[in-house]
């Protein structure tokens, strides 16, 4: 069975800063996807940005970038530039492929961003 | 386009009483999920649908639960004999089901669910 944990239920950062959020994950797969997941207070989950395990480049997003680690079954999310409208839930997420199989999702992180 | 809707928002019922949610997907989506949040959690699967095939159950969903999508496009989820354990927000998503790895699932906004 696949899990997700992270271990940061709250952070925060200050306007403008960068923040990191920590996500590890077992699998026995060897082909699989990781995402991060935004959702904002009373609003919509929405993809932020996915990783394909395979790839050894990390996926960047505009102010959004990963840190994979397949061998140490790790995948940080760097926020750079914080702005007030990333005040949100992060969830870290698995996939044995893309949107074709179910989304296992970690406990999440509130990450506040402070003005 | 105007995203994945679900209806209702917000349900509150006593326990025993059935409830019937309803998600509408992105049309041209083939593929809808359901997943369920209880508060402070990530998402937990509960089932999926390849149009109107539903492919896969969790073990979260008890013999109480049923899923339906009638004809491929918009999929119902009732619980019947409502427990205090079933309050959560239910969530629908749905993807285009491409076998990519840019495919996305796009989530809908929730059914909050408060069983008394």
């Known amino acids: 069975a696949q899990t997700v944990t992270q271990s940061q239920p709250e952070m925060s950062v200050q306007e403008a800063e960068t923040v990191t959020l920590s996500c590890t994950y077992d699998?026995?797969?060897?082909?699989?996807?990781l995402f991060w997941y935004k959702q904002p207070p009373s609003r919509q989950m929405i993809l932020v940005i996915r990783?394909?395990?395979?790839?050894?480049q990390n996926a960047t997003e505009n102010r959004f970038s990963v840190n994979f680690q397949k061998a140490a079954k790790s995948f940080s999310l760097k926020i750079s530039d914080s702005q007030l409208g990333d005040t949100a839930m992060y969830f870290c997420?698995?996939?044995?492929?893309?949107?074709?199989?179910?989304?296992?999702f970690g406990p999440g992180t509130s990450l506040s961003v402070i003005p | 386009d105007t995203g994945v809707s679900q209806d209702p928002r917000h349900k509150i019922t006593k326990r025993g009483q059935n409830v019937t949610f309803r998600c509408d997907p992105i049309?041209?989506?083939?593929?809808l999920y359901w997943y369920r949040q209880t508060l402070g959690q990530g998402p937990e699967f509960l089932t999926y649908?390849?149009?109107?095939?539903?492919?896969?159950k969790s073990r979260l969903l008890s013999d109480r639960f049923s899923a339906e999508r009638p004809k491929g496009s918009f999929s119902t989820l009732e619980i019947q004999r409502t427990e205090q354990g079933d309050s959560a927000m239910y969530l629908c998503?749905?993807?285009?089901?491409?076998?990519?790895?840019?495919?996305?699932?796009?989530f809908g906004p929730g059914t909050r669910l408060t069983v008394l």
């Open positions: 699998t026995s797969e060897s082909n699989y996807y």
């Open positions: 990783q394909e395990a395979y790839k050894q």
């Open positions: 049309s041209e989506h083939n593929r």
């Open positions: 998503a749905s993807s285009l089901g491409l076998n990519s790895s840019t495919d996305t699932q796009y």
């Open positions: 997420a698995f996939s044995r492929k893309t949107s074709y199989d179910k989304v296992i």
């Open positions: 649908f390849q149009n109107e095939a539903q492919l896969e």
